[in-house]
Structures are given as C-alpha cells and as structure tokens.
C-alpha cells in the first residue's frame, strides 16, 4: 500500500480530498432529500381507493366527489402533482389540509417553533451532561461510577418514554407540585414562563437520549484510548491529563461531534411522544393527530419536516466528523 | 456443560435478566390459567378501586385491569416478537445474501436500505400506518387469532426494522466473506445456499443472537410508543401500550394505575438489555 | 523508589531482572503467560528476544520498561534499571523514566504516531516533558537525528503529519523520537516486521548505527532469526514464556545447545532436485498469456504477465507485498477477470470468471492458503472438511466417502482415528495446514496453488509441510504455483522462478540460473535483502552496495 499510495501522490494533490469528500456527502444528502421527498409523496398513491371518497364518505355523490378531486388538485396525474407540491414547500407553501382546508403552513409555522423551542432546551441539559459523564466513565473505565452508569443508562434506555414521562409527573407535578403536568404554550406565553411550563417534557427528552449519547461517548473514547498512539504516549512518560489533553483530546472530537449530532437526529424524533404525554402544542402532536384523522396531506407535510431535520442532522454529522478527522485535515 | 459453566458466572444483573424473562414467558403461555377474568369480558363499574376481587382495580369499561394486564403479556410480548422474528427472517436473509454475492445485487439493496433508514422509524411507521390502516384482514392461525390491525402493525414494523437487521447481519457476513474458507467454497462452486448455510451462518450466530435481543428491545417499545398513541394495537385486543393510554388521565388524581403497564414494558425491555450486555461483554472478551 | 541501589549494582549492569512472571487474563481467568524469567544487559549491550508468537516476547520487553498492558499483570519478580526496582516503584517514579531513560519503538509506526501531530512536535514532546531540552533545542536536534538516520530531506520531513511519510521512514522516525532523551535502554518490538525486505535493510542499518553511535542499550524482539543474528550482541530463545537457551550471537548460531533452538537453526536442509525445464512441444498445464488485471477502481495492478506451468512441475513467483503475486493467483482461479490476456489450461482457454467454469475445470485447480485458521471452517468438523469436495465433485456418500476421507488423513500423516472427527481449532498450525492440503488433494487436481503455505510456520513444520508437498508432487503428478516471499523456501522446492516487481514479471528462469549472478538489477536487489543467519551479513552486503552503488531507488524508501 505505501508504495503504490506513492505512486500516486502527484495526482491527487489537484483538489484538496477534504473538499472533495465534503462536497460528495452534500451532493449525497441533497439526493437522498429528494428521495425522501418522492417517497412521502407517493405512499399516498399507494393508497388502494380514492382519498376523495375516504374524506367525503360513501354517501357523497359522485359530482360532489369530482368537484373535490378538482379543488384538490386529484384529477393532475402523479408527477405533475408531486413537482407543484415540491416547488409549494419550496416558497412555504405546503397546501391545504384535507380535513378543514385550512392552509397547511398555518398549521405548521407556530407549531414547527415550539418543537424546536423544546428540542433545543432538552439539548442544551442533555449534551453537556451526556458528554461529561460519558468521557469521565470511559477515564475511569471499571469503576464504580463507571459501571453505575452502566447499570442506569442501561436501565434508561429500555424506558419507554411515557414511562419516564409519568414517573416525573407523578413526581414534579403531583406530589411536588412544582410543575404543571400539562405544557399549554401559545404564542403569546412569555419566554420564562415557556421554560417553566416546558421543563418536563424536556426532562423527559434529556433523560431519554442522554443515556445513549452517553453509552455512545464512552465506547468512543475507550476505543480511541485503545489505540496504540495512546500506549506510545504512555511508555514516553507522559503525564495521565496531558496524554488525554495532547493525545486523546484532538481525535476525540470527530467521534464525540458525530455521537453528538447523531443524538440530536433521535432527539427530534423522541419529541413527538413527549409532545402528546404533556399536551405540548408541537409538531408531533399535529402529526398524531393528522395520522388519526386520516388528514393525508397534513401528515405528509409534518412527515417531511421530521425526515428533512433527521436527514440534515445526519449529514452535518458526516461533514463534521469528515472535517475534524486529522488524517483528512493534512491531505498527502 | 460449558453454557452451564458460564451461566454460574453471569453477574447478579444477567441473573435479574433471565428470571425477569422466564416469569414473563410463563404469564403469557398461561395467561388464561393464572388470570382470573377474561381479557374482555366487563366484570364491574367503571373504575374501581383496588381491592380483594379486582387486585388492581377496573378500567374505563369496567374490565378487571389484572386480567388484561396479564393477557397484555401474551399480546403485548407475542406481537413484538412475531416482528422481530419476520425483521430477520427478511433483513438477516437479504444481509447475507448482499455479503455473499456483492457486486449490484449488494448496492441496490444497500442502497434501498439507506433510503428507508434517513427517515426516522416513527414517522415512517406513523406514514405507512396511516396508508394501510384497515386494510389487512383478521387472520386465523389455528392455534391463535390476529386482528387486522396488528398484522398492519407487524407488517410494517417487521419492514421498517429489518433494515436495521439487514446492516447488521451484512456487516457481520462481510467479515466472514473475506476468509479463505468461504472463497475456497465459492472456488470449489458451491451455490449460495451452501454457502450461506454452512459457511456463513454458523459462524454469524453469536452476534444475531445478541442483535435479536436489542431489536426485541427497540421494536417492543417502538409498537408500545405507537400503541400509546392510539396508532398501534387496537382495542379491545389487552396491550400494554394502549392500557397506559387509556388510563393516562388518571395520574393527574395522583393514581398509579397508569403507570403499572408501563413498568411492565420497562422491566422487560431492562432485563433483556441486562441479559444481551451480558452475552456481549462475554463474546468481546472483556473489551468492551 | 524505596529500593534504590539495594545491593549497589556495578556500573556495568543496566537492568537486571530476576525470576519475573507475567500474567494476562483470557476467558475470565488469569493465565501465565511469562513463567519465571531472568534477563540481564550491560550498558551499551544489544539483547535479542526470539521466539514464535506467543512467546511472551513482547511481554517481557514491556516489563522491562516496568509496565504491563491493559489485561496482564507482573505478579513476581524484581525488574533492577540502574539501581531502582521498577517493580515497586511508584507510578510517578516510573513515569520519569520512561522516555528519557528508557524508550520503546512499536512494531507499527503508522498506529504508534498520533494522527492529529507532525513528526517533529512527537519527536519534541518527550525531552520538553521531562525537561531535558527546549523546543528550539529539541527541534535542531531532531533535524540531526533524522539526518543521521538518512532521512530524505531532515530538515523538513519533521513537520509532516504521520500519514504523510512512507512505512520506513516512519520507523525510522520513530527510532529517532526514541532516541531524543538519549536513553540509556530502547526496547525494539518487532520494529521491522511489517516493513517489506528492502526496506527492512535500510530500516535495520539505521537502528544500528545509531544503537552503537550513542552506546544504548537495547532489546530487541524479533521473530525473525536473520535479523536477530545482524542486530543482537546475545540472544535469548524464548518459548512459551520460559527461557530456552542463551548465548553471545555467535555461540548461539555455531553451536546452539537445545533441540528447539537447534531446530529454528537448522538451516533448511530438504532440496528437492530440479527437474528440467519442459520442452517447447509441451502443453503446459497453466499458461498466463499477457495478462493486464486490475481491481474496478483505480490502476492496473498486472501488467502483461505471462509464464507456464508444466506438468509435475514447481513455479515459484517472489516479489515483495504489491507486486502482484496474488493478484495473478487471483486471475488463474478466477476471482478477478483480467482486462486483457486470458489463461488457458491444457491448452484450453478457461473462462475469466470462476462462476462460468465447468465443475471439471474448478476442480482441476485447487488451493492452498497461507493462514490455515482462516482457510478451515472452525465450525465444520475435519470429516465435513475433507469430505466436501469427493461429495460435490466426485459424487462420493456414505462409506466410500468416509473410507476416502480416511485414506486422504493417511496420505498426510495424520492418524485418520484420532483427527477425523476433531475440529481445526484442535489442531496446531501444521496439523491445519495438512488438512488444507488433504482437502485440495481431495479434489484430484492437477494443479494446486500454494500461497505462502509455510511462512506461517516454524522451520521445522514448515519443513515437513514441504517435503509432503513433493512427495505427492511425484505420486501423483501435480504442478505446483508457489507464491513466497522467502527464498529458503524457494531454493528447496522450486524448478522455476518468476519474479514480480509492481504488477510486471521482471525475469523467468530455471532455479540454478536464478541463483547464479548476474540478474536483472530488481532480483539482485530483492534476493540479497533476504536476511541470511551470518552475523556479518548485514555488514558486508552494504558494502558491497556501497562499492557497486545500485542505480535502482525504490520509491517509499
């Protein structure tokens, strides 16, 4: 391998690699966008029978039924359809819902904010916390404190979140009393008393995705002390907290970013749960209720928002973890 | 004798694990004999209090909350593991079969797999529910019945899931692939099954086995996830999922009564994760 | 340090360590692995560890250094550098000495160095740490060391990352970042056996001008008994993790005293006669004819090879790792259809791709592989092994199929009773690899590919597997493509030689001729880098290359 890499080195010093590979995995994620998209379109073609007739019942007549296809747009065929709904979501617009008709985005926009409101405060209690003690049981691996870890990020993950859920409310709401057991939120809520009113679920989210952040953190930097530079630097004489500074800690940050943003990805789709235990109004709750209503075009919407947040927190965990590889940071 | 051996030296967390399990299987195989009302027969009021008939109290139709808590255990566990069981039967077929032949038939389906998995399991179940809500029909299998709208629920967890399997059983397989004793089959040309199940399979089983157990896991809380949210099983079929939210609204007054099914689930789901990080720090040797 | 200068230690002795036993846990239990081991070694003294893998090599030259890796534990023993007993020494105590007093040079550079730094900053860091030099200081230095160790460009190599210098050159740097606190003992762990054999050369000349330049100390594990016998003042013969034999170099390879060292000595003494090269009229059992192969991304990795291999004939193809010997194998069964050329067997051209062939044709072309472990199923039984191939291509079942099982045991020299029904992990690595060779033979082949069957082995298996090999050459009239990189191996079963440098076929001929000067300058250049057991051998090949100044620079080095 060394000799034939050799050979090679002249001719990929045209474009730097990083760029390359980062450029690559963009060009991957906005494919795999567009897949996702087409896919959520057309599981609604599958649909054996007629939307129409679902909405409107049996006993609509059939110019009723026509003129509904007419207003909705149903009488295009599939591709026509799919393209004016992908250039509507691309200035906002992403139609009409099929149970009131109400525009969708009016649905969504307040909703969408008070998701990420959410999402964002559970990250902020979840990452902190998960790293810290994910690096510190990964140091002190077989200690007490690393394998109580063990035993309650274990014991953490195999909760439903409802089950985590309740246990809180029980707690905080019921018997403490110091927080409501129901997150109503509007927009005209002030800012403290949102966190206030926001604390459990997102205590809830923190406790669920904390315990695999942490497990991932650790098994990540137990590998990295495993490797042989690490021993290296040992049998050099190097103090414990400088080998972690110098040696460990700048390979250890492409691993913990990608644990980090892969976190988030589950994070945003643990919310939809949380949302409905705590009657938060978010864009969960509307994609529960959606799915129960059979209200298709609402569900697609949300569906989107979710896949496109999930899809994107994936890559940027790609492109950084491609960014902060040293090996990739000094091409040949 | 060797299994025996290693058992002796499970520690106490394996141990809970596997008297957690064993009691779980024995309710569900006996749950008619241990329960002492039917799973939906209406014995009471509404909402009684616990006491010496109904032990746990009655629900929201006056069902004996007990009893269906107990049948619970054969719905709630029976059809989580009917899908895990059909998510490798597909995934871990497809797994091996993309290790084994590589080339096109490996990138279409990795790649199909790629696709399924960048959007989120939830949604996709939550999308794919809505499309094929009542459309499947109750089935009976002799020695048990399946509701239509469970076997929607198995179906489609069982696809979404098995690409999970699918990675898992092809990384494993990939491994095994590249030694010389399944190139020396391919030489002497031998077909894909023999190479599969003989070369391949019986040196993958140790880590399927273990993978069995963290897809139970996620699949189980996955189904109670949707049946909590009214998407999953459907009444008056006794679910763990569905009972917590039928009760839900009772843990404002300060009753635990919802939370008793949940920790059902919990303490299944805990006990297999003890017994599998068990068998995994046994198979990695200490490492970790 | 309590014990510092117990007993007051003459100068002359560096480290003393007496009656050391290792433990390593495996399974949940704790294992011996070193069992009751003393060393010593003067100042300026070079010490060769040998021994097969699982030797405790290793082992034992951590310990000196005080230190046992994650999952072993020295349980017994004291370990004496220069008056302090490293045994019950503090961690601190034993931390400033390591680095500045005592280094270590792991067998891979390339995992050894931390990605994320330039050479020079790791070659810096431990005199800055212990306080012995400054940046600037260290950084000239480093330039001086890297100059000494005849880096290319010393000046500037340093700030490179790792992955940006080639395997040699890192394992000189590394020698050198050893070096930079002048340490009174560099512990060698196998620094050279992952490195190609003329790269070794250089690797090793490097090592040892600077070992004897600062007078350091040293020890050095090796499994590889040529390059001990350049490197070492006395060696040690270590087996599972006891003490076999010890004596000065010289001693030791004139007159070794124990049966196992005897038998890692023997220098090989089978040499089968070499047959005469076919005549022109005949059809070779395998022809290569101008084969250009490559892998579907990037470069060709064969270009325009052609040889022949006749009937009961040996064909040795050496070359060093990339220069295409496997990947022609590859060709020939069919793993990889070359982009040009074909290959004809009997005449008869073979389709390119292994699945397109008749059941005639993959059985007549067997092969042998050079890890046995992986090359058996460790979950098949040795009767399901064997017995395999006369189902499937012979159509043999039930008795006749056992009865021919038995007979294949026999013709390997195994006992059919007691083998039959065990599995390959109950076997010692000789044992598996004739049950490879039983379970080719299976096939009634003609031809039989052997990829470096016995490097894998000690000597004297190695010997044995060789000499079955011809044996059932002659009975039953197979021919045999050899791929080796060890000319031992070459000079005793080879009627024909290829030599293979980056994918072409640098020359072809007769073994004799082969071994008789002159040469295509590559084949000089690889078959003298094979390190032989003289102790001088070392020192007069440079020499020689010195006087004869070869005009071929290998890239990478």
Redesign the interface.
């Known amino acids: 391998?060394?000799?034939?890499a050799?050979?090679?080195r002249g001719d990929d010093n045209g474009m730097w690699p990083i760029l390359k590979m980062v450029t690559q995995r963009l060009a991957l994620g906005v494919v795999?966008l567009f897949?996702?998209s087409v896919?959520?379109f057309s599981?609604?073609e599958?649909?054996?029978g007629d939307i129409a007739t679902e909405i409107l019942g049996q006993a609509a007549t059939p110019e009723t039924v026509a003129q509904f296809r007419k207003d909705v747009g149903l009488d295009k065929p599939p591709v026509e359809r799919y393209f004016s709904w992908l250039a509507g979501i691309a200035q906002g617009d992403f139609g009409k819902s099929l149970a009131n008709q109400r525009p969708i985005s009016e649905l969504i926009s307040s909703r969408l904010w008070n998701t990420l409101f959410l999402a964002s405060m559970a990250a902020l209690i979840a990452v902190p916390l998960a790293v810290l003690f994910g690096v510190l049981a990964a140091l002190y691996?077989g200690s007490f404190l690393d394998r109580s870890i063990?035993?309650m990020t274990?014991?953490t993950?195999?909760?439903?979140?409802?089950?985590v859920a309740?246990?809180l409310?029980?707690i905080f709401?019921?018997?403490l009393g110091v927080f409501p057991?129901i997150s109503n939120i509007g927009p005209e809520t002030p800012f403290w008393d949102r966190v206030y009113r926001s604390v459990l679920p997102s205590l809830t989210l923190t406790l669920v995705v904390m315990a695999h952040m942490m497990r991932m953190t650790r098994?990540a930097i137990?590998n990295l002390l495993?490797?042989?530079?690490i021993?290296?630097?040992?049998?050099?004489?190097?103090?414990r907290s400088?080998i972690i500074i110098?040696?460990a800690l700048?390979?250890a940050l492409a691993p913990i970013i990608n644990v980090i943003a892969l976190n988030m990805?589950f994070l945003?789709?643990g919310v939809?749960?949380v949302e409905?235990?705590f009657v938060y109004p978010g864009l969960g709750q509307l994609?529960?209720d959606s799915?129960?209503k059979?209200d298709?075009t609402v569900?697609?919407a949300s569906?989107l928002i979710?896949?496109g947040t999930?899809?994107l927190l994936?890559l940027l965990a790609d492109v950084l973890s491609i960014l902060t590889n040293?090996?990739l940071l000094?091409p040949? | 004798m060797k299994f025996l051996k290693e058992l002796a030296t499970a520690p106490p967390t394996a141990w809970f694990g596997m008297i957690v399990i064993l009691v779980y299987v024995i309710v569900a195989v006996f749950a008619d004999i241990i329960a002492p009302f039917s799973e939906t027969e209406v014995v009471g009021d509404l909402y009684l209090e616990w006491d010496q008939t109904y032990w746990l109290g009655t629900d929201q139709l006056g069902r004996d909350v007990l009893s269906r808590l107990i049948y619970g255990a054969r719905n709630t566990v029976g059809i989580a593991l009917a899908t895990t069981i059909l998510s490798f039967l597909l995934g871990g077929t497809l797994g091996l079969i993309a290790a084994t032949l590589g080339g096109w038939i490996d990138q279409i389906l990795s790649r199909i797999v790629d696709v399924i998995m960048a959007i989120p399991q939830l949604i996709f179940a939550l999308l794919l529910l809505t499309v094929f809500a009542g459309r499947a029909p109750d089935i009976n299998l002799g020695f048990t019945s399946i509701a239509g709208a469970s076997l929607t629920l198995i179906l489609v967890i069982a696809f979404l899931d098995s690409t999970r399997v699918y990675r898992l059983a092809r990384a494993v397989a990939m491994n095994i692939v590249v030694m010389d004793f399944v190139e020396a089959a391919k030489l002497r040309g031998e077909g894909l099954g023999w190479i599969i199940r003989k070369e391949l399979l019986p040196n993958s089983m140790a880590p399927l086995v273990a993978e069995f157990g963290l897809r139970f896991c996620f699949v189980f809380l996955l189904i109670a996830g949707l049946s909590f949210l009214g998407l999953g099983v459907q009444p008056p079929t006794a679910d763990w999922g569905s009972m917590v939210k039928e009760s839900a609204t009772l843990i404002s007054y300060g009753d635990i009564t919802p939370l008793i099914p949940a920790g059902a689930i919990a303490l299944l789901t805990v006990a297999v994760n003890f017994v599998v990080d068990w068998m995994l720090h046994r198979s990695s040797g200490l490492k970790d | 340090m309590t014990d510092t200068n117990a007993n007051g230690q003459s100068g002359d002795i560096l480290l003393q360590m007496r009656g050391i036993k290792i433990d390593g846990m495996a399974d949940d239990v704790w294992n011996p692995i070193i069992k009751g081991i003393d060393l010593n070694l003067h100042r300026g003294e070079v010490l060769g560890l040998i021994g097969e893998s699982g030797a405790g090599k290793s082992t034992l030259g951590l310990a000196a250094m005080g230190y046992a890796r994650d999952g072993c534990r020295i349980t017994e023993g004291s370990i004496l550098f220069d008056g302090i007993e490293l045994s019950t020494a503090s961690d601190e105590a034993k931390r400033k000495l390591r680095g500045s007093r005592i280094a270590y040079v792991a067998q891979s550079a390339a995992a050894s160095f931390n990605p994320a730094h330039k050479l020079i900053d790791q070659y810096s860091e431990t005199p800055i740490h212990h306080d012995v030099l400054d940046q600037e200081t260290a950084r000239k230095d480093a330039v001086e060391l890297y100059e000494k160790l005849r880096l290319p460009n010393p000046s500037e190599i340093g700030f490179r990352y790792p992955h940006q210098v080639s395997g040699g050159q890192l394992q000189r740097a590394m020698t050198a970042m050893a070096m930079s606190c002048r340490p009174d003992l560099i512990v060698f762990d196998e620094p050279t056996t992952a490195l190609d054999v003329t790269t070794q050369i250089e690797v090793l000349d490097a090592i040892r001008n600077i070992v004897r330049q600062f007078n350091t100390a040293a020890i050095y594990i090796t499994h590889d008994l040529a390059v001990v016998a350049q490197m070492a003042d006395r060696i040690m013969v270590l087996r599972y993790g006891e003490l076999v034999e010890e004596a000065v170099t010289e001693d030791m390879l004139s007159d070794p005293k124990e049966d196992y060292t005897k038998s890692l000595w023997a220098v090989r003494s089978f040499q089968k006669p070499q047959k005469p090269l076919a005549g022109p009229e005949e059809t070779s059992v395998i022809r290569i004819e101008n084969v250009t192969a490559g892998y579907t991304s990037g470069d060709m990795v064969l270009h325009n090879v052609a040889f022949d291999i006749h009937r009961k004939r040996t064909v040795a193809v050496v070359g060093e790792s990339g220069s295409g010997k496997s990947t022609t194998a590859r060709c020939i069964t069919g793993l990889l259809a070359p982009k040009e050329g074909r290959i004809l067997s009997n005449g008869e051209e073979l389709p390119a791709d292994y699945r397109q062939r008749s059941k005639d044709q993959l059985r007549q072309c067997q092969m042998i592989y050079q890890m046995a472990d992986t090359a058996l199923n460790p979950r098949q039984r040795i009767r399901d092994i064997i017995g395999r191939p006369l189902e499937f291509y012979l159509g043999l079942t039930g008795a006749k199929k056992r009865e021919r099982v038995r007979e294949l045991l026999s013709q390997i020299e195994l006992e059919p009773d007691e083998y039959i029904d065990r599995f390959p992990g109950e076997l010692s690595g000789g044992q598996k690899q004739r049950i490879s060779i039983a379970r080719a033979l299976a096939a009634e082949p003609e031809f039989i590919i052997c990829d470096e069957v016995t490097s894998a082995l000690d000597q004297i298996v190695a010997e044995g597997i060789l000499k079955l090999l011809f044996r059932l050459q002659e009975e039953l009239n197979l021919s045999y493509m050899f791929i080796t990189h060890d000319l031992a191996t070459v000079r005793s079963i080879a009627d024909e030689v290829v030599v293979m440098l980056q994918g072409r076929v640098v020359e072809q001929g007769p073994k004799d001729q082969m071994f008789t000067p002159p040469h295509h300058e590559y084949t000089d250049l690889l078959l003298s880098s094979v390190p032989e057991m003289d102790p001088e051998w070392l020192t007069k090949l440079l020499e020689d290359r010195e006087k004869n100044k070869p005009g071929i620079e290998l890239a990478g080095n």
């Open positions: 391998m060394p000799k034939q050799m050979y090679k795999t897949v996702v896919l959520i599981s609604v599958f649909l054996p691996r063990n035993v274990l014991t993950i195999s909760f439903p979140e409802f089950f309740y246990i409310i029980m709401a019921v018997n057991s098994a137990i495993a490797s042989p530079y021993e290296m630097a040992r049998l050099k004489g190097i103090t400088q110098k040696h700048p390979n990805a945003v789709v939809v749960l409905v235990v994609l529960v799915v129960a059979r298709i569900v697609q569906s979710f896949a999930y899809v994936n040293p090996r000094h040949r």
